[in-house]
Protein backbone atom coordinates (compact mmCIF):
# COMPACT_ATOMS: atom_id res chain seq x y z
CA UNK A 1 0.00 0.00 0.00
CA UNK A 2 1.12 3.57 -0.91
CA UNK A 3 2.03 5.51 2.03
CA UNK A 4 0.26 9.24 2.45
CA UNK A 5 2.35 12.29 1.83
CA UNK A 6 2.10 15.11 4.14
CA UNK A 7 4.32 18.58 4.06
CA UNK A 8 5.69 20.33 7.02
CA UNK A 9 7.62 23.66 6.69
CA UNK A 10 10.86 21.83 7.24
CA UNK A 11 12.65 19.23 7.98
CA UNK A 12 16.41 20.34 8.01
CA UNK A 13 18.87 18.48 10.48
CA UNK A 14 15.77 15.73 11.27
CA UNK A 15 17.55 12.14 11.63
CA UNK A 16 16.15 8.69 12.32
CA UNK A 17 14.33 8.88 15.55
CA UNK A 18 13.78 12.01 15.81
CA UNK A 19 9.70 13.34 16.44
CA UNK A 20 8.40 15.68 13.72
CA UNK A 21 4.99 17.18 14.18
CA UNK A 22 2.87 18.21 11.44
CA UNK A 23 -0.19 20.53 12.43
CA UNK A 24 -2.61 22.74 11.27
CA UNK A 25 -4.57 21.98 7.95
CA UNK A 26 -2.15 19.33 7.46
CA UNK A 27 -2.83 17.30 10.73
CA UNK A 28 -6.67 18.06 10.66
CA UNK A 29 -6.39 16.17 7.14
CA UNK A 30 -4.29 13.26 8.48
CA UNK A 31 -6.51 12.54 11.58
CA UNK A 32 -9.93 13.62 10.73
CA UNK A 33 -9.85 12.69 6.71
CA UNK A 34 -7.56 9.92 6.27
CA UNK A 35 -8.38 8.95 10.29
CA UNK A 36 -4.44 8.13 10.57
CA UNK A 37 -3.84 6.56 13.86
CA UNK A 38 -0.58 5.62 16.15
CA UNK A 39 1.07 3.15 14.36
CA UNK A 40 0.83 3.73 10.74
CA UNK A 41 2.88 4.54 8.08
CA UNK A 42 3.48 7.97 6.41
CA UNK A 43 5.54 9.99 4.59
CA UNK A 44 6.63 13.69 5.47
CA UNK A 45 8.53 15.89 2.93
CA UNK A 46 9.07 20.30 3.05
CA UNK A 47 8.91 20.29 -0.93
CA UNK A 48 12.26 21.19 -0.85
CA UNK A 49 14.56 17.40 -1.22
CA UNK A 50 14.01 16.33 2.61
CA UNK A 51 11.87 13.79 2.97
CA UNK A 52 11.40 10.63 5.47
CA UNK A 53 9.38 7.80 6.01
CA UNK A 54 8.00 7.33 9.46
CA UNK A 55 5.93 5.49 12.13
CA UNK A 56 2.67 8.05 13.61
CA UNK A 57 3.60 8.23 17.01
CA UNK A 58 0.88 10.57 18.30
CA UNK A 59 -2.33 12.28 16.90
CA UNK A 60 -4.58 15.32 18.32
CA UNK A 61 -7.28 17.41 16.70
CA UNK A 62 -4.81 19.36 14.55
CA UNK A 63 -1.72 17.55 15.57
CA UNK A 64 0.11 14.70 14.48
CA UNK A 65 3.61 13.18 15.61
CA UNK A 66 5.76 11.23 13.38
CA UNK A 67 8.90 9.33 14.23
CA UNK A 68 11.48 9.12 11.40
CA UNK A 69 12.32 5.77 10.76
CA UNK A 70 14.18 6.81 7.51
CA UNK A 71 15.05 10.83 6.28
CA UNK A 72 16.56 11.17 3.29
CA UNK A 73 17.77 14.32 1.13
CA UNK A 74 17.17 14.12 -2.88
CA UNK A 75 18.51 16.33 -5.42
CA UNK A 76 16.50 18.52 -7.29
CA UNK A 77 15.60 17.41 -10.73
CA UNK A 78 17.64 18.70 -13.81
CA UNK A 79 17.28 19.58 -16.49
CA UNK A 80 14.94 22.06 -14.29
CA UNK A 81 11.28 23.15 -16.44
CA UNK A 82 9.56 26.68 -16.13
CA UNK A 83 6.76 27.02 -17.61
CA UNK A 84 5.17 30.41 -18.45
CA UNK A 85 1.61 29.88 -18.44
CA UNK A 86 -0.65 32.54 -19.34
CA UNK A 87 -3.86 33.01 -17.32
CA UNK A 88 -6.48 31.09 -19.03
CA UNK A 89 -10.34 31.86 -17.78
CA UNK A 90 -12.43 30.10 -15.05
CA UNK A 91 -10.61 27.14 -13.10
CA UNK A 92 -8.71 26.31 -16.05
CA UNK A 93 -5.84 27.91 -14.41
CA UNK A 94 -5.94 25.39 -11.46
CA UNK A 95 -5.84 22.64 -13.96
CA UNK A 96 -2.74 23.70 -15.75
CA UNK A 97 -0.94 24.25 -12.80
CA UNK A 98 -2.24 20.71 -11.24
CA UNK A 99 -0.99 19.18 -14.32
CA UNK A 100 2.34 20.79 -14.32
CA UNK A 101 2.86 19.92 -11.14
CA UNK A 102 1.68 15.82 -11.97
CA UNK A 103 4.46 16.19 -14.78
CA UNK A 104 7.38 17.57 -12.85
CA UNK A 105 7.90 21.46 -13.50
CA UNK A 106 10.02 23.26 -11.25
CA UNK A 107 8.58 26.29 -11.39
CA UNK A 108 4.76 28.16 -13.17
CA UNK A 109 5.31 31.54 -13.81
CA UNK A 110 1.67 33.48 -14.44
CA UNK A 111 1.78 35.53 -17.05
CA UNK A 112 -0.64 38.23 -18.20
CA UNK A 113 -0.37 37.87 -21.91
CA UNK A 114 -2.27 40.56 -24.45
CA UNK A 115 -4.72 38.44 -25.07
CA UNK A 116 -5.43 37.00 -21.69
CA UNK A 117 -9.43 36.46 -21.08
CA UNK A 118 -8.68 36.50 -17.52
CA UNK A 119 -7.33 39.79 -15.28
CA UNK A 120 -5.48 39.56 -11.81
CA UNK A 121 -5.78 42.55 -9.70
CA UNK A 122 -5.68 43.50 -6.33
CA UNK A 123 -7.64 40.92 -4.27
CA UNK A 124 -8.43 38.55 -6.69
CA UNK A 125 -4.66 38.44 -8.21
CA UNK A 126 -4.03 37.61 -4.11
CA UNK A 127 -7.06 34.52 -4.51
CA UNK A 128 -6.02 33.61 -7.51
CA UNK A 129 -2.80 33.34 -6.83
CA UNK A 130 -3.06 31.49 -3.33
CA UNK A 131 -5.41 28.82 -5.37
CA UNK A 132 -2.47 27.91 -8.21
CA UNK A 133 -0.17 27.51 -4.79
CA UNK A 134 -2.44 25.53 -3.07
CA UNK A 135 -3.22 23.39 -5.93
CA UNK A 136 0.71 22.89 -6.70
CA UNK A 137 1.35 22.18 -3.20
CA UNK A 138 -2.21 19.30 -3.47
CA UNK A 139 -0.73 17.64 -6.89
CA UNK A 140 3.22 17.64 -5.36
CA UNK A 141 1.79 14.99 -2.82
CA UNK A 142 -0.77 13.60 -4.52
CA UNK A 143 2.51 12.40 -7.01
CA UNK A 144 4.98 12.22 -4.37
CA UNK A 145 7.50 14.83 -5.31
CA UNK A 146 10.49 15.47 -2.93
CA UNK A 147 10.90 19.27 -4.59
CA UNK A 148 7.19 21.32 -4.46
CA UNK A 149 7.04 23.75 -8.27
CA UNK A 150 7.48 27.13 -7.17
CA UNK A 151 4.55 29.35 -8.08
CA UNK A 152 5.79 32.95 -8.86
CA UNK A 153 4.23 36.21 -8.68
CA UNK A 154 2.70 37.36 -11.74
CA UNK A 155 5.27 38.27 -14.65
CA UNK A 156 5.55 40.84 -16.88
CA UNK A 157 6.50 40.46 -20.22
CA UNK A 158 10.36 42.25 -19.56
CA UNK A 159 10.41 39.59 -16.77
CA UNK A 160 9.56 36.78 -18.85
CA UNK A 161 11.82 37.96 -21.43
CA UNK A 162 14.75 37.87 -18.95
CA UNK A 163 13.57 34.18 -17.79
CA UNK A 164 14.05 33.00 -21.70
CA UNK A 165 17.44 35.16 -22.00
CA UNK A 166 18.82 32.85 -18.81
CA UNK A 167 17.74 29.80 -20.11
CA UNK A 168 20.04 26.50 -21.17
CA UNK A 169 16.90 26.02 -24.24
CA UNK A 170 13.86 28.62 -24.38
CA UNK A 171 10.82 27.67 -26.54
CA UNK A 172 7.09 29.53 -27.37
CA UNK A 173 4.19 27.23 -28.60
CA UNK A 174 2.89 29.05 -30.97
CA UNK A 175 0.21 27.24 -33.91
CA UNK A 176 1.96 28.96 -36.91
CA UNK A 177 5.43 28.24 -36.09
CA UNK A 178 7.16 26.17 -38.79
CA UNK A 179 9.88 24.57 -36.27
CA UNK A 180 8.86 21.30 -34.27
CA UNK A 181 9.38 20.81 -31.12
CA UNK A 182 10.62 17.50 -32.18
CA UNK A 183 13.23 19.47 -34.00
CA UNK A 184 14.79 20.97 -31.05
CA UNK A 185 17.86 19.80 -29.06
CA UNK A 186 17.42 19.53 -25.55
CA UNK A 187 20.08 19.86 -23.23
CA UNK A 188 20.47 17.46 -20.52
CA UNK A 189 20.55 19.69 -17.58
CA UNK A 190 20.34 23.02 -17.07
CA UNK A 191 17.36 25.29 -17.54
CA UNK A 192 14.37 24.51 -19.69
CA UNK A 193 11.48 27.88 -20.00
CA UNK A 194 8.05 26.98 -22.47
CA UNK A 195 5.64 29.60 -23.03
CA UNK A 196 1.84 28.86 -23.40
CA UNK A 197 0.13 31.65 -24.70
CA UNK A 198 -3.68 32.51 -23.69
CA UNK A 199 -7.04 31.44 -25.30
CA UNK A 200 -6.64 33.87 -28.16
CA UNK A 201 -3.02 33.60 -28.85
CA UNK A 202 0.12 35.11 -29.05
CA UNK A 203 0.30 38.85 -30.44
CA UNK A 204 3.01 39.37 -32.95
CA UNK A 205 4.31 42.01 -30.32
CA UNK A 206 5.27 39.35 -28.07
CA UNK A 207 6.20 36.76 -30.27
CA UNK A 208 9.20 39.40 -31.86
CA UNK A 209 9.63 39.99 -27.79
CA UNK A 210 10.42 36.34 -27.29
CA UNK A 211 12.51 35.74 -29.96
CA UNK A 212 14.72 38.84 -29.35
CA UNK A 213 14.75 37.22 -25.99
CA UNK A 214 16.57 34.07 -27.52
CA UNK A 215 13.56 31.96 -27.21
CA UNK A 216 12.62 29.91 -30.36
CA UNK A 217 8.97 29.68 -31.58
CA UNK A 218 7.85 26.24 -32.13
CA UNK A 219 4.67 23.54 -32.62
CA UNK A 220 3.52 20.08 -31.09
CA UNK A 221 1.33 19.20 -33.97
CA UNK A 222 -1.54 19.73 -36.28
CA UNK A 223 -4.02 19.96 -33.40
CA UNK A 224 -4.44 23.41 -31.51
CA UNK A 225 -4.45 22.70 -27.69
CA UNK A 226 -6.20 24.55 -24.87
CA UNK A 227 -3.78 26.81 -23.26
CA UNK A 228 -4.39 24.47 -19.90
CA UNK A 229 -2.94 21.40 -21.67
CA UNK A 230 -0.18 22.41 -24.02
CA UNK A 231 2.09 23.07 -21.26
CA UNK A 232 1.60 19.34 -20.56
CA UNK A 233 2.47 18.03 -23.70
CA UNK A 234 4.89 20.06 -24.62
CA UNK A 235 7.21 19.27 -20.86
CA UNK A 236 5.81 15.76 -21.40
CA UNK A 237 7.83 15.83 -24.85
CA UNK A 238 11.08 17.38 -24.12
CA UNK A 239 11.40 15.19 -20.73
CA UNK A 240 11.08 12.13 -22.70
CA UNK A 241 14.70 12.94 -24.18
CA UNK A 242 16.27 14.16 -21.27
CA UNK A 243 17.68 12.15 -18.35
CA UNK A 244 15.47 12.53 -16.48
CA UNK A 245 12.59 10.16 -18.45
CA UNK A 246 15.30 8.19 -19.88
Known amino acids: MTLPVHWVESLAGVRRGDP ?5 DEAHHAV ?11 VVTDGRGHRLTGTVAETGRRRLVVTADDVERLPEPTPA ?20 TEIGVSRVVPWAASRSVAVWRGERAA ?17 RRAWFPEVTEP ?7 TLLSAADLAV ?42 GARAVRLGDEVL ?21
Open 127 to 143: KSLTRWRSTAREAAKQS
Open 32 to 42: AVRRMRPGEGV
Open 155 to 161: ATIGEVS
Open 81 to 100: VTVVQALPKGDRGELAVELL
Open 172 to 213: VLHETATTSLAAVDVPESGSLVVVVGPEGGLTGEEVAAFATA
Open 226 to 246: RTSTAGLAAVAALLARTPRWT
Open 20 to 24: VEVDG
